[in-house]
Nanobody, 117 residues
Framework: QVQLVESGGGLVQAGGSLRLSCTAS????????MGWYRQAPGKQRELVAGISIGGSINYADSVKGRFTISRDNAKNTAYLQMNSLKPEDTAVYYC???????????WGQGTQVTVSS
């Protein structure tokens, strides 16, 4: 059974920082492609940052230079370090992983990030 549990969201002023965590069970984050997505009210869910099978990383243009995705094998946890936050970063952030060889993918429950101006 796969579970992804996000944490670290909250309310922060513009220019501030937050670090989101995604702790996994039932799937190894460091050997499967995974990413962080976000969904703002009235908008579609979008990819913020992702790590491919080969370990290459890509970011949405809107967060390049401000956000950093990483993974800790020992803790089976992924992180999204978010710096220089802007009000337009306000959204629910979700962790997502594809479990290779099983034809399945999984989402966390989401964590709210609110950036005040």
């Amino acid at each position: 059974q796969v579970q992804l549990v996000e944490s670290g969201g909250g309310l922060v002023q513009a220019g501030g920082s937050l670090r989101l965590s995604c702790t996994a069970s039932g799937v190894i984050l460091t050997i499967n492609p995974m990413g962080w997505y976000r969904q703002a009210p009235g908008k579609q869910r979008e990819l913020v940052a992702g790590i491919s099978i080969g370990g290459s990383i890509n970011y949405a243009d809107s967060v390049k230079g401000r956000f950093t995705i990483s993974r800790d094998n020992a803790k089976n946890t992924a992180y999204l370090q978010m710096n220089s936050l802007k009000p337009e970063d306000t959204a629910v952030y979700y962790c997502h992983v594809v479990k290779l060889g099983y034809g399945s993918d999984y989402w966390g429950q989401g964590t709210q990030v609110t950036v005040s101006s």
